[in-house]
């Protein structure tokens, strides 16, 4: 018998923002900072890899939209934009 692993694996964490609904991008960016907080501060969380946040974005009424790049394509995947240099004792 082959060995599952299911979404609820040992090491990751996954949180859900299903009960908030349809918010706005602001809302979100304020839970995603208050969950981040409360991980380093209530639960210990020094260090993560590999994190992703999975996005369905939507109108104001909740309807999935596409997200277009300023030159008119499409996107469905985004690296970040923030900037970290990897070794941990060198600060610009």
Known sequence: ????????????????????????????????????????????????KAARVKLFVTNEYGEIIKVRRPGGGYIHYMDTHHYRPACLDYDL
């Open 1 to 48: 018998m082959k060995n599952r692993r299911g979404p609820f694996d040992s090491g990751v964490l996954t949180i859900s923002y299903k009960e908030l609904g349809t918010i706005s991008i602001e809302e979100q960016i304020h839970a995603l900072v208050e969950d981040g907080k409360a991980l380093k501060e209530i639960y210990n969380v020094q260090f993560v």
